[in-house]
């Protein structure tokens, strides 16, 4: 896609021109695109909490088991597959477990309960992790501490993993990991050769309602991606945007108000919640979008939806304005759809968060790339990332490889094309917060590229342009 | 009498009873008795007396109240020249001896049968019918020979002997008889031939059982081998057998030809027979004025036809009883007494009753136009009425509900308090009427637990159990029913205030007194107004079985009576398995409706008696059914025979006449011949009479298809027209004309081009054009009923929650009012205004809680509901509460819906409305929204608004209030809600940390206190997302928009529940603590 920084004189002069300004804007045509849902999984529909999260787990060690004993066949061959319960000291074996990990400073609940008690208030910290972390394998009757190849650093609870290795006699209690593995990557449905090039925009975290929001480049999106910007290519260009995909976080953090449950009703009574004029705002905003283009918007950890992963769409009634077209699609948390048969998934991005919080890694996008290779978006729910109380499925494990992986609500824009080992092609995509960087994310679903594309808000004296900058 | 818990089921009374100001103030009702009284002393110059006897025995006849009150004197009958006619009403039968001369066994007990009856002049009579004993058929065993009856005789008379444990009777023969007879079964067509069959005639009708019992497990007679046997109408009672052979109906005229039956002794005097009760058959038995002894195969019975159809003047009696309950308590028989007795007695085809009396405990002041029979002891008072009771000697009794409470109540009081004569009420002089429980189980009534007081000789014709059979209503109550089909309205007397009214003087007790014959003149007023009386007795004569069975026992009966009449006359027997009743047939063919909201003219063709006719037209019957192999046995022609869609194949009537059809035609022409009469019928009460009997023919004719259970029919297809809907037995068809005129003749050729395609009798009738139509569903339609272009007649709906008496009246008057708007007023949008005024009314709490009462039958004991039913456990309820006002079994249970907390099972919501009432508790509206309004609503408003859009404008709008603030609203709860999310992860977590695994549930010491908090952490969080409604949709996904009662309730409920919510989260939080050893209790 063209972004005319420097817009040709010609075709700023057919603004200036009074005489023929409606006729040459008005033949340009939004794409078509072809949207299909399939978030079924993640739609709660009985809404039970009398039920504790060992279901989950278990559900998820045996729909992983299947795919871990292959790989593991395919890489160390005939090696014993063992339970825990039936390993022999010193043989060497397989293990299929889920993970655990062992970790100290994990905030715990009933310490912050304690506090009502006058005990030691706990540190606040960004990170949970410390050198004391121990790793746990564990499959449904036992578990056991792991030690050597498989790395704590970058392991996260909830991972399914296949380990070669053994329990010493000399050390018993311990497995002494030699090789680990991971499910393989599931197939994918070939991408489709599309015979124009169609765009996608990502854009996350426009935090709304938060000291953080940027309403004017907001607003420049908006027109942008509406083709109320730029000259004729550029509107030309901007007309192949055929989706938009809101991942998460419309609505800044400060808008949350958890503490009704703790005051007294007389208190709370009256107060209304933080985020109605941010949730007024949001919907200003997204039906001058829909107007134009689809838009796909999903909730993030901030967003008034409910808390636990999967986060159910956004509701109608907040959404009055907007939620009357029907090119606005309130979707789940996470988030899968197809658009001109390229499947994409994604999430607001807590569980790569979460997964920050309890490993030493630092790469975003590296994490994402994790959990496509773990084969489990979201692997520390319900662990540390707060998940609803399946029953009879774990939604959250890939089935299907898709063309684009994405989380929302990131630090910084990353892309990547991730090779699967059977012919895979997956971007990995990390959408950065709108409110800290201004930056969107277009998808050229044709190429599968990916380009951040930036507003500022400061004029640059030296700049007369108002037109939208590229930061490439 | 207010404290008979019977028809419970009506609002609570608003009047109370003014005691002050009654002798200013006469009632109405008082007006009209004294009314009643002037009249009577026109016609009469004589003033009556009252004969003070000593205490008339209930040997005598006359207890000599006054002279009017008893029967007419007998008039001088000569056995040898006069011949004695009367009309049978009663008819049973006991066990006798022989009477010399007449037929039958001449050893051992025989059964005799008894008939009571009038005669045209009033008087009484009881014939005893001797000799005719049962039988019942067995078919011969292949190779039976004729001669070898004897032998089979005997060996059966040894099997029954020695089944006999105990010969209490006396029988010295059981077995009477075994004849050769040629019969045929009615199952299946036989090529119209005749097989051997053997009539067994035993000597007590339970006698069949065991020889049934004998033959049926297998039965050797000597010479032949083993062999079971069917039998055949082996289960026929006993009456009806007698009645089928002698060819009595019920209700009909008998004659006793001149020289054919004995007088007993005594008849002519009545007042002074004797009363030893001698050893000899022949003195009489009965209170009755003329008594005779007659041989079965003397009397003559009358068709009810012509002449024969008179009716005689019988006695009515109509009482009420009232007694002095302790407050608060149902009374009870062996605590309470009986105070007052009103009795109103009318002879049949007169318009007022001739007597008027109350029977009173303490003095009472006078009552004009009734007569005040005041006693000082309970004691004196019943036996006195004991006494009237049997002086009277009425031939129907009647009341509401006396047959499980005044009866009952009467009988077991005499016994309390020794009243030894009291109990003998029946016709016959030494039985006395004895309690017993009875359970009776229908189809049409389903299972009611009944009290049965035998009477012989008269009939117990109770109000209510009639109102219960024939008509569905919402209440029962007397004050109810009368206001339903007389529309006058009586007062409700608490039954706490009775026993004040009797506790204080006589003009307190005069106000009792008025109240309580009010209460025994209405039934009889009712039955006039519904001719109950007429139409019971047309239908027994019609069907052939005795009065008394249309009231005590099922459908069935009724067509066997006929079923074997006709059988008979062909030599045919009917097995004694069940007749196959199909006990589920599909039902005819349904053109899929097309529904919607017609604005012109749907013309609507029927059938007319759609499956008697084809059943008729096809010769559709048991004796002509026929299988493959019989088809191909007796080389019938495919010209011989049909197949019916269903797959079964019928004989022509050219090869065999079916025998239902045969009775059918006779019932519909025989209707056809009432209703030609009726018309030239100028009498009113003769054509009450004809009225009653066409209509008694026609539910005949009808209930022989349902015995059958026979699945028939089918509509062809109408193509000159578009059809919208086809059902059962109807077509309506939208003929595309505009006005009701154009339909009409287009409707009416159309029936008869098509009426000639159809085999005769099958016919199809234009009746009527609906504009405009409103179809809903299957059986589910409204419109505007047109027979003359000239105005519509009617609203006619049907299948439409106006009528179903489970749901609250608020469900049927706004569907009443939606659809007058829609189709009367043709205003679509009032009728949607007016529905969403209802509801925010209702959500507002602006409804009347009488419009909110939902009634239902207690039809089975508690325990065997298998599911909880609202209105049983309410029932255990008030039992608790208040044993008196509990409601029984049979009764409506009227309750109200109330709001309980969160998860409260619906059937524990019910409540009493008066309860409700008195202690105001808040009603579940949400509930009358979802249960009762929605579904009724969206079926009447989708036709014509789409089915989303009527959910929308109509259920799903939000107040105009809230909706502005719908968003912030739904924001807010969602916040509070993500709280109690976050905090249920992160415990669950954190105990699966401690307990060590993921993969297990946790199972930890302190289950129990923290499986309770985590539940009602749960149920927060159930609770709060779904039930609670906003956030329903919220984690719900969003589809649908917000409820208006939701949100409407907003600000009370919600805040409530998440205060639940909390505490209990916290006490969580507290047990979590003790659980680390960190907390301290206290």
Known sequence: MIYSATPLVENVQSFMTTDTPANVTSNLNRVASQVQYKNDRFIVKDRSFNRQFAHLYAERLMTMRKRLTKAATEKWGSTPIRKLHELVNDERCIVIGTVFKHMELRPNILKEVSEEHNLMPQPVRSRYTDTKDKLIIEDELQRIFVVGDLKCETSVTGVVVAVLGKEPEDDKGKFHVEDYCYQQLPPQVPRPLLEQDKFILFVSGFELGGREERPFQMQLLADLICGQLGDMDQQEATAAICHVVVAGNSLSESTQDRDTLTKAKYLSKKTSAGSVEAVKTLDEFLAQLVTSVDVTILPGEFDPTNFSLPQQPFHQCMLPVSSRYNTLHRQTNPCDLTVEGLRIMGTAGQPVEDIYRFSEMEDRLAMLENTLVWGHTAPTAPDTLACYPFVKEDPFILSECPHIYFAGCQQEYKSKIFKGASGQEVLLLTVPRFSQSGTAVLVNLKSLEAQPISFYSHFPIVDESVSPEVDK | ?1082
Request: hydrophobic fraction near 35%; proline fraction near 5%.
């Open chain 2, 1 to 1082: 009498m207010t404290g008979k818990r019977g028809a419970n089921g009506g609002l609570p009374p608003t009047k109370h009873a003014r005691m002050e100001d009654d002798d200013e103030d006469p009632s109405q009702f008082e007006e009209e008795l004294a009314l009643l009284e002037e009249i009577e002393a026109e016609g009469r110059s004589q003033g009556h007396e009252m004969m003070d006897t000593d205490s008339p025995g209930p040997e005598d006849n006359s207890a000599g109240f006054n002279a009017s009150w008893a029967r007419s004197p007998l008039p001088p009958i000569d056995p040898k020249k006069d011949a004695v006619a009367f009309q049978q009403l009663e008819l049973d039968y006991y066990i006798g001896t022989h009477l010399e001369g007449m037929p039958g066994a001449t050893k051992g007990p025989t059964p005799i049968v008894r008939m009571s009856g009038v005669t045209m002049a009033g008087n009484s009579v009881m014939a005893h019918i001797h000799g005719f004993t049962p039988y019942f058929f067995v078919p011969a065993q292949p190779g039976f020979k004729r001669d070898d009856c004897e032998k089979f005789k005997n060996a059966l008379e040894a099997a029954v002997k020695k089944d006999l444990r105990s010969n209490r009777e006396g029988i010295v023969e059981a077995v009477l008889a075994v004849d050769y007879v040629m019969k045929e079964s009615i199952y299946g067509y036989h090529g119209n031939r005749k097989v051997p069959f053997l009539k067994i005639t035993v000597a007590l009708p339970r006698l069949i059982a065991p020889a049934k019992r004998m033959l049926e497990q297998g039965f050797v007679c000597p010479g032949y081998s083993h062999y079971a046997f069917q039998t055949y109408e082996s289960n026929i009672d006993f009456e009806i057998r007698f009645m089928t052979d002698t060819n009595v109906v019920g209700c009909n005229w008998i004659e006793l030809p001149p020289d054919k039956y004995r007088v007993r002794p005594g008849t002519q005097h009545s007042g002074q027979t004797s009363s030893s009760s001698s050893s000899s058959s022949l003195s009489m038995v009965s209170r009755c004025q003329l008594e005779v002894d007659i041989s079965w195969e003397d009397f003559i019975s009358h068709p009810a036809e012509g002449e024969w159809s008179k009716v005689a003047p019988f006695r009515i009696l109509s009482f009420d009883i009232e007694c002095a309950g302790r407050r608060g308590v149902f009374p009870e028989p062996n605590k309470d007494p009986v105070i007052q007795i009103a009795n109103m007695v009318i002879r049949q085809g007169d318009s007022d009753p001739f007597i008027r009396n109350v029977f009173t405990l303490k003095s009472c002041a006078p009552v004009v136009g009734s007569k005040v029979l005041s006693y000082d002891t309970e004691f004196e008072l019943l036996q006195k009425w004991s006494a009237f009771f049997r002086d009277v000697d009425p031939d129907l009794v009647t009341g509401y509900n006396i047959q499980n409470f005044d009866f009952p109540y009467l009988v077991n009081r005499a016994n309390h308090l020794k009243v030894r004569d009291f109990i003998y009420l029946g016709r016959i002089k030494n039985v006395a009427s004895v309690l017993k429980d009875s359970m009776i189980q229908s189809k049409q009534m389903g299972k009611r637990e009944n009290k049965i007081l035998n009477i012989e000789g008269r009939v117990q014709f109770d109000l209510l159990q009639i109102l219960l059979r024939d008509y569905k209503l919402r209440s029962y109550t007397l004050n109810s029913v009368s206001f339903h089909f007389l529309q006058e309205q009586k007062e409700d007397v608490q039954h706490s205030i009775i026993t004040d009214l009797q506790n204080g003087n006589e003009q307190t007790r005069r106000r009792l007194a008025v109240y309580c014959l009010k209460d025994a003149i209405l039934p009889l007023r009712l039955l006039d107004k519904l001719m109950s009386f007429i139409n019971y007795m047309e239908m027994a004569r019609v069907t052939g079985v005795p009065l008394s069975f249309l009231l005590s026992r099922g459908q069935q009966i009724k067509v066997v009576s006929q079923l074997l009449r006709k059988a008979k006359e062909q030599d045919l027997v009917l097995p004694a398995q069940k007749v196959e009743t199909g006990d589920e047939y599909e039902g005819a063919t349904v053109i899929e409706p097309n529904k919607g909201y017609y604005d012109i003219p749907i013309a609507t063709l029927d059938f007319a008696s759609l499956y008697p006719s084809i059943m008729m037209a096809h010769n559709l019957c048991y004796t002509s059914l026929l299988n493959t192999s019989t088809i191909k046995k007796e080389e019938l022609t495919p010209d011989q025979y049909i197949k019916t869609p269903s797959g079964n194949y019928f004989c022509k009537s050219s090869v065999r006449k079916g025998l239902l059809p045969a009775i059918l035609e006779q019932l519909l022409s025989a209707r056809k011949k009432a209703k030609f009469d009726l018309k030239n019928e100028t009498d009113p009460f003769k054509r009450k009479v004809l009225d009653g009997r066409q209509l008694a023919l026609k539910l005949s004719a009808n209930s022989v298809y349902g015995f059958t259970g026979a699945q028939v029919g089918k509509l062809p297809c109408l193509e000159i027209s578009q059809v919208i809907y086809g059902d059962t037995d109807s077509v309506m068809c939208k003929f595309g004309v505009k006005t009701v005129e154009e339909a009409m003749k287009l409707g009416q050729h159309a029936a008869e081009y098509i009426s000639t395609k159809f085999v005769s009798p099958i016919k199809l009738e234009f009746e009527k054009v609906y504009f405009p139509y409103l179809l809903i569903n299957k059986k589910r339609y409204a419109g505007l009923y047109w027979t003359n272009p000239k105005g519509h007649d009617k609203m006619d709906c049907k299948g439409i929650e106006t009528v179903r008496r489970d749901n609250s009246p608020l469900v049927a008057h706004l569907i009443n009012t939606c659809l007058q708007l829609l189709l009367v007023d043709r205003n679509p949008q009032g009728a949607v205004e007016h529905a969403q005024q209802t509801i925010s009314d209702l959500l507002c709490n602006r409804i009347d809680i009488s419009q909110l009462v939902i009634t239902k039958e207690l039809t089975k004991t508690d325990d065997e509901y298998a599911g909880k039913q609202a209105h049983v456990e309410l029932a255990n309820r008030m039992q608790k509460r208040d044993p008196g006002s509990a409601p029984k079994l049979g009764d409506r249970v009227p309750y109200v819906i109330i709001a309980a907390a969160k998860g409260t099972a619906a059937y524990l919501k019910s409540e009493d409305p008066i309860y409700v009432l008195e202690n105001n508790i808040p009603i579940d509206t949400q509930y009358y929204l979802e249960n009762q309004l929605s579904k009724p609503l969206l079926r009447i408003f989708e036709p014509i608004l789409g089915e989303k859009k009527a959910e929308a404008t109509l259920l799903k709008a939000v107040c105009k209030h809230c909706k502005p603030r719908e968003s912030e609203l739904y924001q807010k709860e969602i916040s509070q809600m993500q709280a109690l999310e976050e905090k249920f992860s992160r415990l669950w977590t954190q105990c699966q940390r401690c307990q060590g695994s993921l993969h297990e549930d946790v199972l930890c010491t302190n289950l129990m206190g923290k499986e309770m908090c985590v539940k009602s952490l749960s149920q927060g969080l159930n609770a709060n997302p779904t039930s609670q409604g906003l956030s329903s949709r919220a984690l719900g996904m969003g589809e649908e928009r917000l409820h208006s009662a939701q949100l409407k309730r907003h600000p009370l409920q919600r805040v409530h529940s998440y205060s639940r919510a909390s505490e209990e989260f916290r006490s969580f939080l507290f047990m979590q603590s003790y659980h680390l050893g960190m907390g301290e209790w206290g």
